[in-house]
């Protein structure tokens, strides 16, 4: 269990009921991993380590009012399902896209988390000799799954096979992330040792 | 005046005075251009040339409906400004990040067109060994300008020179885009004879 310097542990299952109701009726959007992957890029960025951003949540806006002297309001909109992954951009030239997704199981990794569309979005970045991986926050732990190893495991489901990856599984083909205090989810600490030494 | 297959001639400033009016109280959003570079990059996308995409539109999200047994409703909601630029992706492997604005004047192009930190978004981009530039439709036409040289107009500006870059200036200094049927505006042609040759 990782403890930061002010005591507390990292545990990303670890939120209040109530936010985790709005959590859980929000399509486990994972708030929790989210903010600490914001914190971590805006760490980069400062430190001029790497450009890497989220995108935003799209949104199909159906209504907006416009107000005399105030800003527009949207007053209907609906949430669309992204055709990418969440995050991208750049570290030494190279072009950088990844998802990051969290469970609250603790035998395994559902892979209901993944979209077919983000699937073939990863294979086209990797395609294009871009740099394409997951981040899993399971089991107390976050680690990096390379989008190749991800591959394998979405084929065994789509051929009939088991819907999940187990814990053993993940900790066998996965990278553990260092975690810390700043930054907080040190991916780029692996990306090093895999494709930049 | 380019002329697509069916006769109509391109023209980014032929929108309709209902929907132009809709687009100015829009902050200038630009549907035409953002309209034909989403289906560039569809081609792109389709032969695999590149995957380029455009981030969504950041909004601030602050009151969300749940109805029973139907999705979500966002019933109050602002637009936000972004903090980076609008499409990105990866081309051979490289990290692309642009910008795309168009203008009406039939002279110059406005410098309001750009905000601090997306000038500053695209200097880091160049600092980590991406490919940053901007694509502007004025004057009928659509050039593509490096962020180098735009850097160079901005400068001008916060020192006190003019708060746009004329007509002539962009000719000079810019790359014209082909237009066409499919892809609309190739760009990555432009690309092609800057970065990759």
Redo the contacts between chains.
């Keep these: 269990m990782f403890r930061y310097p002010n005591g507390k542990t990292y545990n990303p299952g670890a939120v209040p009921a109530k936010k985790r109701e709005a959590k859980e009726?929000?399509s486990n959007r994972g708030m929790t991993l989210e903010e600490d992957l914001n914190e971590t890029n805006q760490f980069y960025?400062n430190r001029?380590i790497?450009?890497i951003?989220k995108?935003?949540?799209?949104?199909q806006?159906v209504n907006v009012d416009?107000p005399k002297r105030s800003?527009?309001?949207?007053?209907?909109?609906?949430?669309?399902q992204?055709?990418?992954t969440d995050y991208?951009?750049?570290?030494?030239?190279?072009?950088?896209?990844f998802e990051a997704k969290e469970t609250q199981s603790d035998t395994s990794f559902p892979l209901k988390n993944f979209h077919e569309h983000q699937i073939s979005?990863m294979k086209?970045?990797i395609?294009?000799?871009?740099i394409s991986f997951v981040i899993l926050s399971a089991f107390g732990s976050v680690y990096l799954m390379e989008a190749a190893v991800l591959f394998e495991f979405w084929e065994r489901k789509e051929s009939g096979g088991r819907k999940s990856i187990s814990k053993k599984e993940i900790e066998a083909s996965s990278h553990l992330i260092p975690l810390g205090y700043q930054p907080r989810i040190d991916y780029i600490k692996v990306l090093e040792k895999l494709y930049f030494h």
Aim: no cysteine; proline share 5%; aromatic share 14%.
């Design positions: 009726s929000y960025l001029a790497a450009v951003h995108k935003p949540t799209p949104v806006i416009f800003a527009a309001v949207i007053r209907e909109a609906y949430f669309k992204s055709s990418t991208n951009g750049v570290y030494k030239g190279k072009y950088i896209d979005h086209m970045v395609d294009h000799g871009g």
